[in-house]
């Protein structure tokens, strides 16, 4: 990570994990580990129905609320969907785009995730923009590829201005929820190509001002060496983040 150029996010993702009646107990549980401290922007992205009870819990603590999909549509007629006017009126700070269960279980492409993130954007949320490879991609040789194409294909139309309030997140997709987290090399490897992308697409300055997060069995025991990796300026976390401790001691493992 480089504190110096970017800020360090570490972001839990619940998933579909927990219910709105544990939501007091865990937010007590991490504030009394918290204290007032500050070092580094702690996020938790949950499910859409928890985010104004969570931001209600977390009050006093600096943990902002984040959330795991938006609609790409404005409000209006779309059943089932939550649009972004909807999240940010109630305090979500920060909207994941391009999960790869939602890249694999609904059927989102690279277009629709722009959107989406566009969306997020428009009402002054900070997307983070999920990429990785499966497995077989990587297997073939083509997760630069994979990765490459992803970013660029989200990011059509955005100008620098507007990246700057975007995060990436590098997910390889065999690491998520498998506990084979990928290696410190691995990662930066992939986070040091996604902002020479950035360069490509954008420009050095732009590049080097955008967050890059490693995603995919992080844990308290892996979490230092990764977040250690120069281009790798924080991390989103599934299963650890669910129990307060351990994405305390990740948020440990975030200080300079
Ligand atoms: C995720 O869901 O984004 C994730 C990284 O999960 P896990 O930490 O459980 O691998």
């Keep these: 990570m480089n504190p110096k150029y970017r800020k360090t996010v570490i972001a839990g993702n619940w998933k579909m994990n927990l219910l709105p009646s544990q939501l007091r107990d865990y937010a007590d549980g991490l504030k009394a580990l918290l204290g007032k401290e500050h070092w580094c922007e702690a996020v938790l992205c949950v499910p859409a129905l928890m985010a104004i009870p969570l931001g209600r819990a977390l009050r006093g603590c600096r943990v902002s609320v984040g959330v795991q999909d938006v609609s790409d549509r404005d409000m209006g007629a779309y059943t089932g969907e939550v649009a972004a006017a909807q999240l940010r009126d109630a305090g979500v700070k920060y909207v994941i785009v391009g999960h790869s269960e939602r890249r694999a279980y609904h059927g989102e492409t690279d277009e629709l995730i722009g959107r989406k993130l566009r969306k997020a954007l428009e009402e002054g949320m900070t997307p983070i923009l999920c990429v990785g490879e499966t497995l077989p991609q990587r297997s073939a040789g083509t997760e630069k590829d994979v990765v490459r194409a992803q970013v660029k294909t989200a990011l059509l139309g955005l100008d620098a201005a507007a990246m700057k309030k975007v995060v990436l997140a590098y997910e390889p997709v065999w690491a998520i929820g498998t506990?084979?987290?990928?290696?410190?090399?691995?990662?930066?490897?992939?986070?040091?190509?996604?902002?020479?992308?950035?360069?490509?697409?954008?420009?050095?300055?732009?590049?080097?001002?955008?967050?890059?997060?490693?995603?995919?069995?992080?844990?308290?025991r892996n979490a230092q060496e990764l977040l250690s990796q120069p281009d790798v300026d924080g991390g989103l976390i599934g299963g650890a983040s669910l129990d307060p401790g351990k994405f305390y001691q990740i948020l440990e493992a975030a200080k300079p």
């Design 179 to 220: 506990g084979h987290t990928a290696s410190p090399a691995q990662a930066q490897d992939m986070c040091r190509e996604i902002r020479a992308v950035l360069r490509e697409r954008f420009d050095a300055r732009t590049a080097r001002a955008v967050s890059v997060l490693y995603g995919g069995s992080m844990n308290p």
